[in-house]
């Protein structure tokens, strides 16, 4: 059955599944969702035993159905190859009698790439089926892990370009380092004086610039958006809560039809609202926890009811979990208050306004898939702590969010139904916080000693993503004012008017 794809703020309009890609945002400045949920046509026996790029085709067949299986197959072999360094490309791991599902085996060790390596194939397949013969340029904005697996994922992509601007003294060394060091004729990284609002903001500006889009057009090129409220990349995020569930099943762990948990630490609600729409596909999660930081937003929320960002932003030691906006909340937010466009777009325009707003009862009451906790700085530490005494293995700060809300959830409840945990970064990717919260000693060694030292007491060989940029020569080493990024822009695409 054909899934069609409208705004959040507008049930009107439909598109296809290659045209929401394509565009990124709806007009209107709603995110594009299914008009259904797909169920699963396999069982989970039937899945159980399949690769990660066979179970990532009949969930996304499902989803994204005006594509071909050609073409859709030919974007899963071309995404999920030997950019990841296993096979199984999301490996379980189980510490602590509960499963730990690493989802950051790609080319920049955390788990955007899982979505990432695959959007931008998906994105020019929709750009030829629609007709498109533009080139694709992809502008970004970062604060860090979105920039470099969106320059991974697009490096080298033929009929694509992509532009990423960073605030200068706003990333971490490391993460730094990853993008200046980016190979790739068709890949720009830009460093602007100014923090990641700047860039944001000045990103967004470029989009909306009509006199732009206008020579853009004229010389053959057109802007998308590698954002994660992008349906490509929720959809191939669906797939690993699948996998995860057949891999238990196969190897016996779980019988057939018995309900897991799943635990997601979460900034923008995008990983974990793929694990909902996995439960809707008809995969048997009970609970979906909802992990946060000291920007504990979305636990408040789910208290009270009420989303309320008017608080001080925290800077924690799990910064891709540094969040007020939780954009893709509004794709739940939607559903729950009954797919009605116009409620949600009211929420939405409160949430602008007043930086707040306040659910029904009725629509509480279908949060109760939901639980939610948070994580103290001090929490997160005495967990990466505590789990590499109890058993060697060494999470990175996300994932110890997760695990320790994991804990609470349990000490709560008293629920013992078998648990999935998303590990979304590799702990190389956050080596100090790690290392320190396992001995504050480390504090002393440079960042490289401290990861040749993480490799030695957890046992894991240092990952090529990390290994490449100890010698790789610094490839871009441009800055600019905020006024000038239409100016840098232009000049990257030879755009002379
Ligand atoms: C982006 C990110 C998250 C948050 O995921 P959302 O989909 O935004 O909720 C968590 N951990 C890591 C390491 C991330 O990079």
Same mark, same amino acid.
């Given at each position: 059955m054909e899934v069609l794809y409208s705004s959040t703020r507008n049930g009107e309009k439909k598109v296809t599944a290659s045209q929401a890609i394509l565009q990124g945002?709806? /007009?209107?400045?709603g995110l594009f969702v299914p008009d259904h949920i797909p169920a699963l046509e396999c069982s989970m026996k039937e899945l159980a035993g399949k690769t990660y790029q066979e179970i990532a085709y009949q969930v996304m067949k499902l989803f994204l159905t005006d594509f071909t299986e050609e073409e859709l197959k030919n974007c899963i072999d071309r995404a999920y190859d030997s950019k990841f360094d296993t096979e199984v490309i999301a490996p379980l791991v189980e510490a602590e009698g509960t499963y730990y599902l690493e989802l950051f085996h790609g080319a920049t060790i955390a788990f955007k790439d899982m979505a990432l390596s695959i959007l931008p194939h998906l994105m020019i397949t929709s750009a030829k089926k629609n007709h498109v013969d533009n080139e694709i340029v992809i502008l970004t904005a970062t604060s860090g892990d979105t920039g470099k697996a969106a320059l991974a994922g697009f490096a080298g992509v033929e009929g694509t370009k992509i532009i990423v601007f960073y605030p200068k003294n706003g990333v971490s060394p490391i993460q730094e380092k990853q993008m200046v060091t980016q190979k790739g004729d068709n890949t720009f990284v830009v460093g602007i004086h100014g923090n990641f609002d700047d860039a944001q903001t000045g990103v967004k500006q470029l989009f909306n610039d009509r006199e732009l889009a206008q020579q853009m057009a004229d010389a053959g090129l057109q802007f998308s958006s590698a954002n994660s409220i992008n349906i490509g990349r929720l959809v191939p995020q669906v797939v690993y809560y699948v996998y995860a569930y057949a891999k238990l099943l196969d190897e016996g762990k779980i019988a057939d039809g018995e309900p897991i948990n799943v635990v997601v630490p979460t900034g923008n609600f995008g990983n974990i609202l793929a694990a909902y729409y996995a439960k809707n596909m008809g995969v048997p999660i009970n609970r979906l926890i909802c992990a946060s930081n000291e920007n504990k937003v979305l636990y408040d929320f789910f208290v009270s009811g009420k989303y309320d960002r008017n608080r001080e932003f925290m800077l924690t030691s799990s910064p891709s979990m +540094? %969040? !007020? %906006?939780?954009? =893709?909340l509004e794709r739940l937010i939607y559903r729950i208050a009954g797919n009605d466009a116009g409620k949600n777009a009211e929420f939405m325009a409160a949430l602008s306004r007043d930086g707040s707003y306040q659910i029904t009862e009725e629509m509480k009451e #279908? !949060? +109760?898939?939901f639980y939610g906790n948070y994580a103290s700085e001090e929490e997160t530490a005495q967990r990466i702590k505590s789990m590499y005494e109890n058993t060697g293995y060494v999470l990175d700060t996300h994932t110890a969010v997760a695990s320790a809300v994991y804990q609470k959830y349990t000490a709560d409840t008293g629920d013992q139904t078998k648990t999935v945990i *998303?590990?979304? *970064?590799? $702990?190389f990717k956050f080596t100090r916080s790690v290392m320190n919260a396992i001995? $504050? #000693?480390? =504090? /002393?060694?440079s960042d490289f000693e401290l990861v040749d030292e993480l490799s030695k007491i957890a046992n894991? /060989?240092?990952p090529g993503a990390i290994e490449e940029i100890r010698t790789a020569p610094v490839l871009h080493d441009n800055v600019c004012d905020k006024a000038e990024m239409k100016a840098v822009v232009k000049r990257f695409l030879g755009i002379h008017a």
């Open positions: 945002l709806s /007009e209107d400045g +540094d %969040i !007020l %906006i939780s954009s =893709n #279908k !949060l +109760d898939d *998303a590990s979304t *970064a590799s $702990p001995d $504050p #000693k480390y =504090n /002393e060694m894991v /060989e240092v």
